[in-house]
């Protein structure tokens, strides 16, 4: 996972909160990415960014935000419009994003659980 | 559309024994093709990639994946399974455009048997 760290390991939401995950690197990767985890559907895609100030939705944003302020750094914000949001969150970062055959490498990942 | 299979959710093979763990795709254009390792509550630990060149990838731990552009397949393989292998193993496809981010199987659970 080196190079990467997401926090918490774990996180408890209640009904109608919003809460934060952190993503940080310090591999001086300009892409960062956010993968949601379910058992038997794989990873799938919320939110990437290629640059600092700029991201772009993914296949299943709604009921999430990010922000990218630091090239280090991509939280995600789950909020309460996200009814379902029992998953495990993976973060990822590769150099540039835009060099298709880069590698993503991946963070420990956060189990959000709602109470 | 663009899309990842793997066709079985979970491998069962004896130590000692050869493993195979399926992948195709379905892609427009050339595609790059990656192999990655979840163990238990953890994140993904990258494998091996194809990019383009030799059909037969070799990567990290002793796995190796064989590219199959006419059977849309990238399987991967070890001659010799480990107990330690067992994990949760994904496939995925980069698409060939830039700025866009894994497409990912939805897992094969391989467990070796001592």
């Known amino acids: 996972d080196g190079g990467i760290t997401q926090s918490p390991k774990y996180l408890f939401r209640k009904e109608g909160q919003n809460v934060t995950l952190s993503c940080e690197q310090n591999?001086?990767?300009?892409?960062m990415y956010w993968y949601r985890q379910d058992p038997g559907q794989g990873l799938r895609l919320i939110y990437y960014?290629?640059?600092?100030?700029?991201?772009q939705k993914g296949d299943i944003a709604e009921g999430y935000s990010v922000s990218r302020e630091k090239k280090e750094s991509f939280p995600l914000t789950v909020t309460s419009a996200q009814k379902n949001p029992t998953a495990f969150y993976l973060c990822?970062?590769?150099?540039?994003?835009?060099?298709?055959?880069?590698?993503?490498?991946f963070g420990p990942g956060t189990r959000l659980l709602v109470l | 559309a663009q899309s990842v299979a793997q066709p079985e959710d979970q491998v069962n093979v004896a130590e000692g024994n050869p493993l195979t763990v399926k992948c195709t795709y379905s892609?427009?254009?050339?595609?790059?093709l990656f192999w990655y390792v979840q163990y238990p509550n953890r994140g993904l630990q990258f494998l091996l990639k194809?990019?383009?060149?030799?059909?037969l990838v070799k990567g990290s731990y002793g796995f190796e994946a064989e590219f199959n552009k006419s059977q849309t397949s990238f399987h991967l393989k070890k001659p010799s399974a480990l107990v330690s292998d067992s994990a949760l193993y994904f496939c995925?496809?980069?698409?060939?455009?830039?700025?866009?981010?894994?497409?990912f199987g939805k897992g094969t659970t391989l467990s070796v048997s001592s």
């Open positions: 990822a970062s590769s150099p540039t994003g835009g060099a298709i055959t880069e590698t993503q490498y």
């Open positions: 591999l001086n990767h300009d892409a």
């Open positions: 960014s290629q640059i600092v100030n700029d991201f």
């Open positions: 892609v427009s254009g050339n595609p790059y």
């Open positions: 194809y990019i383009t060149g030799d059909n």
């Open positions: 995925a496809v980069r698409l060939n455009q830039a700025g866009t981010a894994l497409i």
